[in-house]
């Protein structure tokens, strides 16, 4: 269904890949296309498509330390570009925050690494601090939307993106995809606003950083909290709900 989606559409979103490609080729030097290992299905490495969004060469380094603080803490996953950031290249905020930059993974759906519908592809280095019941979010192939993106995305913890991950690979099912697709453009301009908002002249840690209600839960009647103690047959009840066949 995702191959036979893709091509469907192709004639419409060439045109758009196309004029991006353009757009970095001339606002700045270096290649049009940014390579990096994700973790996919069954947690196997696939190198993840984007549009290059940042300078040849910024250093990426503090992101790790970054993702670790917010792993760790019960705080919302803003991104580190949210508050302003001097790698990014000119309207590389705008590709960001609304998704175009994630055009080129197309090609991995293609490949069958990813798929339209799905967790985020999470990084090895993530992927190496997971918990055992956190790795079951990797049941599933990663794909481009899914219901963390249209349930508030940045504006939950990680934990909580951990919960509706595995709460997707619990309970998929093809209206869900459908309902979760037609979701996201809603989200996508949504994203557009909040990166448009003012941001404030300091860049506080994530752990001082206080948590903001996470927006799926209206979507889920009954959930069970996975934590650290959790046994891996503990059933996490999630929105079966509403969307279920």
Known sequence: M?????L????????????IAVFIRVVSKGPILFKQERMGFRGAPFMCLKFRTMIVGADTSNHQSYLSDLMKSNVPMVKMDAKGDSRI??????LRSSGLDEL?????????????VGPRPCLSYESQKYRPWQRERFDTLPGLTG?????????TTFTEMIQMDIDYVRNKTL???IIIILKTPLAIINQILDSS???PSQNPSPLATTAAAPAWRPM??????LTDSSAPNKIFNGAKTQNQK
């Open 2 to 6: 995702d191959v036979a989606a893709v």
């Open 8 to 19: 469907l559409l192709l004639p419409v979103i060439l045109p758009v890949v196309v004029f």
């Open 89 to 94: 290249i000119p309207f590389g905020l705008l």
């Open 104 to 116: 080129p993974q197309l090609i991995n759906v293609l490949r069958g690494e990813m798929s339209l």
């Open 147 to 155: 219901l963390w993106q249209v349930s508030g995305k940045n504006k």
């Open 175 to 177: 209206w869900w995809d």
């Open 197 to 199: 908002e003012p941001k």
């Open 220 to 225: 889920i009647q009954t959930q069970t909290r």
